[in-house]
């Protein structure tokens, strides 16, 4: 079932390396550390602010319950859609286009996986706990037509776009998320919807998920069109768990 995987590339930027909003905790977390006199070379913008991504990256202070995540955004920003109205439209070469609300997806049969996170800059946040519908159940109820080969992904930040190919999509491992790290998912991880691919690099896993385009042409994301492949493949993990 798996695609091939091809090599990875080394060159580009940093796929979340844009300027980074890290939780309270971590800001307060870092401050801790200057405090007791360990030299991170940390850039602090203000105490409840913004800290350097690289720096975070650095430093890995680990968030309870938010294990070793760091919050990524192309914009700057991150948008807050509200769960009671929220919409993921899939259209295109479908037979019935859809706009699920929340509660459309939470009627739906359920998948839970267990699997890693793991941003191709090389933090890996193991055995994380997803929850939501299985892509391809989504499309099975739109019902994709013949011609279809490939998915595009559309973010609420108005930004970021991602894609797979059909075959990719159909995998038992790819989930329209609602609830990650055992609860609903946050405006700062993407919430209400993102995009959960295990098999590959943290950038297939769009956040803010809005729309899903059925279509016959693989366009390439934004940290793709930026030097990283569009096959995202990591290769050589763990296998998922899925929860029964
Ligand atoms: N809309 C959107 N989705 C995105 C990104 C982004 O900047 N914007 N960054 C990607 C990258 S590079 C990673 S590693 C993960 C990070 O997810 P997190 O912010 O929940 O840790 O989101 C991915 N999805
Ligand atoms: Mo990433």
Request: glycine share 10%.
């Amino acid at each position: 079932m798996a695609e091939q995987p091809e090599q990875q590339s080394s060159r580009g930027p940093v796929p979340g390396a844009k300027p980074v909003h890290v939780g309270r905790r971590t800001v307060l977390g870092i401050l801790g550390l200057a405090a007791v006199g360990i030299a991170v070379g940390a850039k602090v913008d203000n105490a409840l602010g913004s800290v350097s991504s690289a720096v975070s990256n650095a430093i890995g202070v680990p968030l309870p319950g938010d294990a070793d995540f760091r919050y990524y955004t192309i914009t700057g920003s991150y948008p807050v859609v509200p769960a009671d109205t929220y919409e993921l439209t899939v259209d295109g070469m479908v037979r019935e286009p859809l706009r699920l609300s929340l509660a459309d997806l939470r009627s739906m049969k359920r998948t839970k996986l267990v699997h890693q996170f793991q941003c191709v800059t090389g933090w890996i946040v193991p055995g994380v706990h997803w929850e939501g519908v299985l892509l391809s159940d989504v499309l099975e109820r739109a019902g994709v037509t013949p011609e279809a080969t490939a998915l595009r992904f559309f973010s609420a930040d108005g930004a970021y776009t991602e894609s797979l190919t059909l075959s990719q999509a159909h995998r038992p491992d790819i989930l329209v998320a609602d609830k990650m790290l055992g609860t609903n998912v946050t405006a700062d991880h993407g919430g209400p919807v993102r995009l959960y691919v295990a098999p590959m690099y943290g950038y297939k896993s769009i956040k803010w998920l809005n729309r899903i385009e059925v279509t016959n042409v693989v366009v390439p994301g934004y940290w793709e069109d930026n030097g990283y492949p569009v096959n995202a493949w990591i290769g050589g993990s763990a296998p998922v768990s899925v929860v029964p």
